[in-house]
């Protein structure tokens, strides 16, 4: 193993996801020994490539393409052409990955994560916004992380083949949709998490999302976001209220995320409302 001096590694565990740890690494000497995980890992070169060898052979990943990386598979690490790169990871515990599987499939049968590399330029970019969401959480809801991360890991395990993807036709019935709107109406200056509203409805958060999505054609988040920003619109228009206290009545603590959402949806900043 060579010299780390010029090399930076960094780990955050998860707030919102309870067995997600997140890695920044940018390795310019340091290599990757023969080893293996007791985690789940989902790797994303930024910069330069990384060549990894298991099962007799070898993948080179770079920018645009997934690394796979499942427990117990024997692997290495190295700049392609001994030249440094920038990694980014996501590493799942055992618990936490077969919770997701079976959140997603409905089912306990054990889906098949294979080691490999995932060719999806698009995919990767999603999988990047999160993580640098997840890094830097200020402004970005618990609801909108929860959520984007169940829907890039389906698209992932059904692009990878470790899932059958199935269709979800139902749409919420109108107590539930109702339920919904009262709740988020009486809590609005409130956290309010992917979980809590699952559980209104009696679903799994993975059907709780699809559903919605069909019966609203809006995500969760988006729909909660555009309701915050009505109800602030609301509030200005009384002219009672500071700017401060609109964005907190509405459930936003960022006064910079308050203002660039609310430019960004009506054109113009909350002041000139």
């Known amino acids: 193993m060579a010299s780390e001096k010029n090399d930076a590694v960094h780990y955050q565990r998860s707030a919102d996801i309870p067995g997600l740890v997140l890695g920044t690494g940018r390795f310019s000497e340091f290599h990757f020994d023969r080893h293996y995980h007791l985690d789940y890992h989902?790797?994303?070169?930024?910069?330069?490539?990384?060549?990894?060898?298991?099962?007799?052979?070898?993948?080179?990943?770079?920018?645009?393409?997934?690394?796979?990386?499942?427990?117990?598979?024997?692997?290495?690490?190295?700049?392609?052409?001994?030249?440094?790169?920038?990694?980014?990871?996501?590493?799942?515990?055992?618990?936490?990955?077969?919770?997701?599987?079976?959140?997603?499939?409905?089912?306990?049968?054990?889906?098949?994560?294979?080691?490999?590399?995932?060719?999806?330029?698009?995919?990767?970019?999603?999988?990047?916004?999160?993580?640098?969401?997840?890094?830097?959480?200020?402004?970005?809801?618990?609801?909108?992380?929860?959520?984007?991360?169940?829907?890039?890991?389906h698209f992932l395990f059904a692009q990878s083949g470790a899932i059958q993807p199935g269709k979800v036709d139902a749409k919420l019935a109108p107590a539930q949709w109702q339920m919904i709107k009262d709740y988020c109406l009486a809590h609005l200056s409130e956290k309010i998490t992917l979980d809590t509203l699952a559980a209104l409805c009696g679903l799994g958060r993975f059907h709780f999302l699809r559903q919605f999505k069909h019966t609203v054609g809006m995500t969760p988040h988006a729909w909660l976001l555009r309701l915050r920003l009505e109800q602030a619109c609301t509030l200005l228009a009384q002219g009672v209220h500071t700017l401060t206290d609109v964005a907190q009545?509405?459930?936003?603590?960022?006064?910079?995320?308050?203002?660039?959402?609310?430019?960004?949806?009506?054109?113009?900043?909350?002041?000139?409302?």
């Open 249 to 273: 009545n509405v459930g936003f603590y960022d006064q910079s995320h308050f203002n660039r959402a609310f430019r960004h949806a009506y054109g113009v900043a909350p002041s000139s409302y």
């Open 42 to 153: 989902i790797g994303l070169v930024t910069v330069g490539a990384q060549r990894q060898h298991f099962q007799g052979g070898s993948i080179v990943a770079s920018p645009g393409s997934i690394a796979l990386m499942p427990p117990g598979e024997i692997h290495d690490g190295i700049g392609e052409g001994n030249r440094p790169y920038t990694l980014k990871t996501f590493r799942l515990s055992s618990s936490l990955l077969q919770d997701l599987a079976q959140e997603i499939t409905g089912s306990q049968r054990q889906p098949d994560f294979a080691a490999g590399l995932l060719e999806d330029a698009r995919l990767a970019k999603h999988l990047l916004r999160l993580h640098e969401a997840m890094h830097s959480p200020v402004g970005i809801s618990a609801l909108a992380i929860q959520s984007e991360w169940l829907a890039q890991l």
